[in-house]
């Protein structure tokens, strides 16, 4: 398995409160992105990294930021926590963004199940 | 980034085959087709991913027909293990652009 892992694992948390979640490879691997999922939706991307210093914004990136000042490792902070933010998290990294190889992969964390309340 | 459909669950029984469809009619020229699987509270895994025609890995084989407008995942004789959500992904080669749908949830019956 890909060396991946997320902290915390679980948190709960009060609504208007910061988290900071945080996602940790030891692959060396250039692209870093987080995820969320929730009932109904799949895993939908907040952010992604394509290397240090260097992020760009997914999908539903509102109310979110992250940071990369090490390849190793990528932050994803919730600046004030709502309710709506209550979702499970997935951290992934890939080698690569061309299809047709086995660095195409993305390789995902074990997931944070945030509760917001 | 083409839009993919496929059945939201599937039953099957233990040593048989599955298959697994998935559209995607909008698909473009360089765009890939690409399947994980989720088991509940871990994060999705690779299966396979194909352009094209037929690819067979030890897992599964993915079967792409010509217009590339839908596409089969093959699991050959499941097992209780295999008990997890599949997801079609249409992957354009360069960018980051994931876009998993709600996928489809298989159920492996003894």
């Known amino acids: 398995d890909a060396g991946i892992t997320q902290s915390p694992r679980h948190k709960v948390t009060e609504t208007g409160t910061p988290v900071t979640l945080r996602c940790h490879q030891t692959?060396?691997?250039?692209?870093m992105y987080w995820y969320r999922q929730d009932p109904g939706h799949g895993l939908r991307l907040i952010h992604y990294?394509?290397?240090?210093?260097?992020?760009d914004k997914g999908e539903v990136s509102d109310g979110y930021s992250v940071s990369r000042s090490k390849t190793e490792d990528f932050l994803l902070t919730l600046e004030s926590a709502t309710s709506s933010q209550t979702s499970v998290y997935f951290c992934?990294?890939?080698?690569?963004?061309?299809?047709?190889?086995?660095?195409?992969?993305?390789?995902f964390g074990p997931g944070t199940r945030l509760t917001v309340t | 980034l083409a839009k993919t459909t496929q059945p939201i669950s599937m039953d099957s029984y233990e040593g048989q085959e599955v298959n697994i469809t998935c559209s995607h009619n909008?698909?473009?020229?360089?765009?890939?087709i690409t399947w994980y699987q989720q088991f509940p509270s871990q994060g999705p895994r690779f299966i396979i991913q194909?352009?094209?025609t037929k690819v067979t890995n030890e897992v599964a084989s993915l079967f792409i027909p010509a217009d590339r407008k839908s596409s089969t995942l093959s699991l050959p004789r499941v097992s209780l293990s295999d008990t997890a959500v599949y997801y079609c992904?249409?992957?354009?080669?360069?960018?980051?652009?994931?876009?998993f749908g709600t996928g489809t949830r298989l159920k492996v019956l003894a």
């Open positions: 992934a990294i890939s080698e690569s963004l061309l299809a047709g190889g086995s660095s195409y992969e993305q390789y």
């Open positions: 692959e060396n691997h250039r692209y």
């Open positions: 990294s394509y290397g240090v210093k260097d992020t």
């Open positions: 909008n698909i473009a020229t360089n765009d890939y």
């Open positions: 194909g352009y094209k």
């Open positions: 992904l249409v992957t354009t080669s360069g960018t980051y652009k994931y876009i």
